[in-house]
């Protein structure tokens, strides 16, 4: 099972690759939207991780990137900003999850398995320390 991690946050991504590779998943990070759409036509991702908040270009233009060119990865959105309005917009926008930060391990692997786990065809857990 491949997620991409899409954050700006180098500590985010270094503590969800710990969290999800520990659960034996494997995790490609990227720092920005331009780099998730350039390493999704690259590699078929079982799932994607993404921050809302991030310079440039943020997480609902590439959540809806994503859902023009590959409606059928799930996405789960993460923000420091929880308002009901970020959360409504992304659901709106596809995402299949919506996950605040800063969140708990098991709260990641739990989000990340229950997304998972809809997915048509997908072995909802990886071989790992599950």
Same mark, same amino acid.
């Given at each position: 099972? /491949?997620?991409?991690?899409? *954050?700006?946050?180098? !500590?985010?991504? +270094?503590?969800? #690759? @710990?969290?999800?590779?520990?659960?034996?998943?494997?995790?490609?990070?990227?720092?920005?939207?331009?780099?998730?759409?350039?390493?999704? /036509?690259?590699?078929?991702? *079982?799932?994607?991780? !993404?921050?809302? +908040?991030?310079? #440039? @270009?943020?997480?609902?233009?590439?959540?809806?990137?994503?859902?023009?060119?590959?409606?059928?990865?799930?996405?789960?959105?993460?923000?420091?900003?929880?308002?009901?309005?970020?959360?409504?917009?992304?659901?709106?926008?596809g995402a299949n999850l919506f996950i605040p930060k800063p969140f708990r391990p098991d709260e990641l692997v739990k989000s990340v398995?229950?997304?998972?786990?809809?997915?048509?065809?997908?072995?909802?857990?990886?071989?790992?320390?599950?």
């Amino acid at each position: 099972m /491949k997620i991409l991690v899409v *954050d700006d946050d180098a !500590i985010v991504i +270094k503590s969800c #690759k @710990r969290i999800l590779e520990a659960e034996g998943f494997e995790v490609s990070t990227v720092p920005s939207a331009d780099d998730a759409l350039e390493a999704i /036509k690259n590699y078929d991702f *079982d799932l994607l991780l !993404i921050d809302v +908040k991030m310079p #440039k @270009r943020d997480g609902m233009y590439l959540m809806r990137e994503i859902k023009k060119g590959w409606p059928e990865i799930p996405v789960i959105i993460m923000s420091g900003y929880p308002t009901p309005e970020t959360i409504a917009d992304v659901l709106n926008l596809g995402a299949n999850l919506f996950i605040p930060k800063p969140f708990r391990p098991d709260e990641l692997v739990k989000s990340v398995r229950q997304v998972l786990e809809k997915v048509p065809g997908k072995k909802p857990f990886p071989t790992g320390a599950g």
